[in-house]
């Protein structure tokens, strides 16, 4: 605990997608007070022509625990 996951379109290397999970655990870890060796951080690609209903339409759309919500819409 806790586990964070991060949806992008692919394009992204190894090392930019590391970096990324550490910054990413680093505030994590930071902002809930825990030790950064109980967070995780997974990254998932998903195409592009795939997006909309992958990811808005069932994860970000209409979601009430969505804390920062995208300009965008699908």
Do not use: T
């Not at 586990?3 to 990413?24: F, Q, S, T």
């Not at 950064?36 to 690609?45: F, K, L, M, Q, T």
Request: negative net charge; charged residues 35%.
């Amino acid at each position: 605990m806790p586990h964070v996951v991060v949806k992008l379109w692919p394009g992204r290397n190894d090392e930019i997608k590391r970096n990324l999970a550490e910054k990413i655990a680093y505030v994590v870890s930071e902002e809930l007070k825990v030790d950064i060796g109980d967070v995780s951080v997974g990254i998932e690609e998903v195409n592009r022509c795939d997006w909309g209903e992958q990811v808005y339409k069932k994860e970000i759309k209409d979601n009430e625990n969505i804390y920062f919500k995208p300009d965008y819409e699908y």
